[in-house]
């Protein structure tokens, strides 16, 4: 819940700095009915001390006859307080198992470490399939963030990306800015594939290679995802085996495994975003192997707009609700 209430607070942060009308904002929470109560309490702390900070008045755009937008795929609604500048929607994770059960097996055998593993979580392949989720009339573009990242710049600047996908282009995504995907020794993802093709690309580091992506913000066009047969197909148990046996495939991070493994064969899928966008803190290859090429992988000469810790990493401390200390 702390990290869920920091990449809020840095994303309604920078966004009330322009003038958006109440309402402007759409947040998609995918949950359950354990959860849900505890983010609306947590959604309910974040805009008062907000709005308090900002007005010293409680909720200063609150309309009294308005009532917040709390549903999910089902229709469903949820109680709670008034939420102004937002609307938040929320996604019931029962709906998108059952979606996904068919596919979920081998998922797990070739992007998961093991069985009961961290990313074996059905949580962690939602979004290959929220086009089948979502309805049309909810969404047709939304922006995924993982709950570890935190906003230096407004989140509809990244949403301006969308108008820069070429036809065929149904999700952006930032490059793997560590060596994951890299040939070192036997316990590496591609390891078996780099070593028999010495002259291969994939797994190498930009701008000359293509390092895989890092899903930890992934933009998601539904509408282009709903129609794209080709995108569909791969959404397939033995299409998945065959590119995964051919490039001697075995992951362990989930969907961003799945999107580097298919992008080596579809590259025109995919939309490559800023790292300044996607700017990964994790350093833990740096040390583990990698030490030599890390920086290769991991430089970034973008405006750094949105942070992102993985691997547990530290994000810059967020103070005077709007200003950042850097680390």
């Given at each position: 819940?702390?990290?869920?209430?920091?990449?809020?607070?840095?994303?309604?942060?920078?966004?009330?700095?322009?003038?958006?009308?109440?309402?402007?904002?759409?947040?998609?929470?995918?949950?359950?009915?354990?959860?849900?109560?505890?983010?609306?309490?947590?959604?309910?702390?974040?805009?008062?001390?907000?709005?308090?900070?900002?007005?010293?008045?409680?909720?200063?755009?609150?309309?009294?006859?308005?009532?917040?937008?709390?549903?999910?795929?089902?229709?469903?609604?949820?109680?709670?307080?008034?939420?102004?500048?937002?609307?938040?929607?929320?996604?019931?994770?029962?709906?998108?198992?059952?979606?996904?059960?068919?596919?979920?097996?081998?998922?797990?055998?070739?992007?998961?470490?093991?069985?009961?593993?961290?990313?074996?979580?059905?949580?962690?392949?939602?979004?290959?399939?929220?086009?089948?989720?979502?309805?049309?009339?909810?969404?047709?573009?939304?922006?995924?963030?993982?709950?570890?990242?935190q906003l230096d710049a407004n989140i509809l600047e990244l949403f301006e990306e969308f108008g820069r996908f070429k036809p065929e282009q149904v999700i952006g995504i930032a490059y793997e800015q560590q060596p994951v995907?890299?040939?070192?020794?036997?316990?590496?993802?591609?390891?078996?594939?780099?070593?028999?093709?010495?002259?291969?690309?994939?797994?190498?580091?930009?701008?000359?290679?293509?390092?895989?992506?890092?899903?930890?913000?992934?933009?998601?066009?539904?509408?282009?995802?709903?129609?794209?047969?080709?995108?569909?197909?791969?959404?397939?148990?033995?299409?998945?085996?065959?590119?995964?046996?051919?490039?001697?495939?075995?992951?362990?991070?989930g969907d961003q495994d799945f999107y580097t493994v298919t992008a080596i064969d579809h590259r025109l899928l995919y939309y490559t975003i800023s790292c300044g966008w996607n700017r990964q803190l994790c350093q833990w290859?740096?040390?583990?192997?990698?030490?030599?090429?890390?920086?290769?992988?991991?430089?970034?000469?973008?405006?750094?707009?949105?942070?992102h810790g993985n691997c547990n990493s530290a994000l810059p401390t967020l103070t005077n609700y709007g200003a950042y200390r850097r680390r």
């Amino acid at each position: 819940m702390i990290k869920f209430s920091n990449t809020l607070k840095s994303i309604l942060i920078n966004i009330n700095a322009t003038n958006l009308d109440p309402g402007s904002l759409c947040i998609h929470l995918i949950t359950n009915d354990r959860i849900r109560p505890h983010l609306l309490h947590m959604i309910d702390i974040v805009h008062e001390e907000l709005t308090r900070h900002w007005t010293n008045e409680p909720y200063p755009w609150l309309d009294q006859n308005n009532h917040p937008n709390n549903e999910d795929d089902d229709g469903g609604g949820g109680g709670g307080k008034h939420r102004p500048l937002t609307r938040y929607f929320f996604i019931n994770s029962s709906t998108i198992d059952l979606r996904l059960e068919y596919l979920l097996p081998t998922l797990r055998t070739f992007f998961t470490h093991k069985p009961n593993s961290y990313y074996s979580n059905a949580l962690f392949f939602y979004s290959m399939i929220l086009h089948q989720i979502i309805p049309s009339t909810i969404a047709d573009r939304i922006i995924l963030l993982d709950v570890d990242v935190q906003l230096d710049a407004n989140i509809l600047e990244l949403f301006e990306e969308f108008g820069r996908f070429k036809p065929e282009q149904v999700i952006g995504i930032a490059y793997e800015q560590q060596p994951v995907y890299r040939y070192v020794n036997s316990v590496h993802i591609l390891h078996e594939y780099r070593r028999e093709n010495n002259n291969t690309t994939i797994g190498s580091p930009s701008p000359n290679g293509f390092p895989g992506f890092n899903s930890g913000i992934v933009l998601l066009h539904l509408r282009k995802m709903r129609e794209s047969k080709l995108y569909n197909s791969l959404l397939n148990q033995d299409v998945i085996k065959h590119i995964c046996q051919k490039y001697q495939f075995r992951g362990h991070l989930g969907d961003q495994d799945f999107y580097t493994v298919t992008a080596i064969d579809h590259r025109l899928l995919y939309y490559t975003i800023s790292c300044g966008w996607n700017r990964q803190l994790c350093q833990w290859w740096r040390f583990h192997g990698y030490g030599k090429v890390f920086d290769d992988y991991h430089h970034c000469e973008q405006p750094i707009k949105l942070y992102h810790g993985n691997c547990n990493s530290a994000l810059p401390t967020l103070t005077n609700y709007g200003a950042y200390r850097r680390r």
